[in-house]
Every structure is written in C-alpha cells, then in structure tokens.
C-alpha cells in the first residue's frame, strides 16, 4: 500500500509498504480522506512541539472498515466511521477523571505514532465513532471542530456572553461557528483580511484587523468591558501574550493553540483583572459527538470551509502552497 511520510522537516517521500495486520481489540480502516491541519504544517516546517522524525502526519481521517470484530459499539465491515485519533491509557489520573484528552501518555496518531497518510491503518475498536450520514468531507473535518467544541466547553461559554477569538485558521473558524450556534457574540481577530472576511460570511457578529489599534476597536465594540471569554487558536507568542489584554474583568483566556515557547504576563495585570488562564488540549468522546449532530443537520459551512482538495500522489508536490496564507487556504484535504 502507499504512504507518505514526513523524513525531516521540510522533506516528504512517498513509499509502498505491506497492508498492517490488526490484533484484538483494533479494527481495518481503509483511509478515505485526510485533513491537512495546523500540526501537519508546523511538523513539515520543523517548529511543531512534542514531534519526532521520521513520522507519517494525518489525524483528521475519514475512514471506511475493512476488518473488525464483533463489539459493542455494533460497527461493522463497511461501515463509515470517524476515527478519535488520541491513544490514551484508560488508568492515569487524567483517564480516570473522564479527561482521556490530556492523557499522562498521550499518544495522538500523526504527532506521536504513524498516522492516516496511507492507505490503511489498523485503530483500536473505542476510537472510532460510526458516521453513516455523514460524507467523508464531514468526516475528514470532524476532529478539528471537535477542538473547538471542546475549548468552548471547556470554558463554559454561555449564549449571554461575548467572547473574542484569536485567530481565522480551521480552528479559530470552529470555534467561532459552534459559538455563534449556540447564540454567543463573537469578535473574530485576524491579520489577513481574506480570513476576516470569511469570518464575517459564516456569521462572526464582528471582524477586527490584528493590528496596533485591535485592543481599543474591541473596547469601542464592547462599551469598554472587553470579552468574557477570549480564545487563543493561533499558537503564536505574540498573539497570545496579548491574549489577557482583549478580556473583562473576572474572565477567562483559553489557550487552544501551541506554542513551543515561553510566555510571558504581567502577574499586576491578570491578577487585577481576577483573570483565569485555561489551557485546551485535543478533545473528548462527547466533544467529537457534539460536532457530528452539528453536521448531520447541515449547521456548518464545509463546503466553503474545505478550500483545496489532492489526490494522494500530489500531495507532495501541492503542501509546500497550503502553507501560504496568501494562497487563501483555510482547510486543504487528500483524497484516497
């Protein structure tokens, strides 16, 4: 079967290997489709956290049973299924909590082990959720949606609120579209105006330019109070140190996005503000389920979301444009 695979930073190859051979408890997957996200193009650029090389990148998998054995979850060969792509322990404090996403031995296909950038991919039976009614572009986009929905949930984002959100890539755009279903305002914050604009055709209430005057345009829009949520999907330093800055008073700065950096706040300045710094890590099992019922009613743009689609064989020769942001792309995909 075909793989890509990742050799070191800015360096794909593609290769032929045998099918895998599933063990007890893992299920067949022949691999439909494949998201490209953020994680991809930072690993291919060389400044993605907690990566090694040699990898094979996909975790956004739409995917099709090939081999699977009997179990409670009624799947069976043939059926579509969505693939959760976070191999977590079952038995660390975070596991037995219900907080499976932030794992003590976190395994995320793609990042820590090989991912869905081949053909076919053996995944344990509990990491799949079925997706009958859904295409396999719904599928392909599950996950990073999840993402968000876990981030707003995460902060307990109500429909009275205002929130900002940092960021127009495939994540900042989740989150601003599962805000907006659920009633919430939302402030979407850019430095590309073309993802500003998107932003503002899916719905975002306002679209504020990342410039030296977003701190004061977002006080005028808020009467002064500035948002009670404010969240983080860009993974950049300075976008995130500036973070506390676009929160009210008594709010919460939710960091979606990963930096490999340190970062740096005035403790004056967020203690004044009782502020409350939460990180966001992956998502659940009810997350992925959120955004599945979203999809199934037709509540979310793909179309318009999905911007570049390749057949497997040229996706080398396409993924260094997918990281031009003047390329308009905002969520590309590989077809198997």
Known sequence: MKYIVCKEPGNFEMGEKAAPIRKNGEALLQIRKVGICGTDLHAYAGNQAFFSYPRILGHEL????????????????????????????????????????????????GVHTDGGMQEQITVPVELLIPAERLSYEEMAIVEPLAIGAHALRRAKVSSDETIVVLGCGPIGIGIIKLALVDGVRVIAIDRNQQRLDYAKNIGANEVVLADGQAIDNVSQLTNGDMATAVFDATGHRAALESGPRYMAHGGRFVLVGLSKDELSFSHPYIHAKEATLMCSRNATMEDFEKVIALLTKGQFPTGSFITHTVKLSEMIEHFDTWLDINNNVIKATVDF
Do not use: F, H, R, W
């Open 62 to 109: 739409a995917s099709e049973v090939l081999e699977i054995d009997s179990n409670p979850k009624g799947i069976s060969k043939g059926d579509k299924v969505v693939v959760i792509p976070y191999i977590n322990c079952g038995q660390c404090v975070a596991c037995l909590a219900g907080k499976t996403n932030c794992c003590t031995q976190m395994k995320v296909l």
